[in-house]
Nanobody
Framework: QVQLVESGGGLVQPGGSLRLSCAAS????????MGWYRQAPGKERELVAQ???????IYADSVKGRFTISGDNAANTVYLRMNSLKPEDTAVYFC??????????WGQGTQVTVSS
């Protein structure tokens, strides 16, 4: 059973930075895209950023210019660099690997709290 393991979450003050990492427990083939989602209390899970196997990226409007996604498809790792964090960025962040078949793997989530 493949597991995605996230790390790098924590408590940070507004304006601070964090870097999230996600790695697969074993090699996964035929990845179409890797992404980060987040879910705040009482809200639906939303896409934060995604990087395709070809390197194309998309971002939620709320994080453009502040967050940067990067990844290594062959190594099955994906990162999210988060700068200028705001209290509204507080959420549980999940990584996702989507295969070309449409099937997706999810991490267990890592808490990011932005508070003074």
């Amino acid at each position: 059973q493949v597991q995605l393991v996230e790390s790098g979450g924590g408590l940070v003050q507004p304006g601070g930075s964090l870097r999230l990492s996600c790695a697969a427990s074993r090699i996964i083939f035929s990845i179409n895209a890797m992404g980060w989602y987040r879910q705040a209390p009482g809200k639906e899970r939303e896409l934060v950023a995604q990087i395709s196997s070809g390197g194309s990226t998309i971002y939620a409007d709320s994080v453009k210019g502040r967050f940067t996604i990067s990844g290594d498809n062959a190594a099955n790792t994906v990162y999210l660099r988060m700068n200028s964090l705001k209290p509204e960025d507080t959420a549980v962040y999940f990584c996702n690997f989507r295969l070309r078949t449409g099937y997706g793997y999810w991490g267990q989530g890592t808490q990011v709290t932005v508070s003074s």
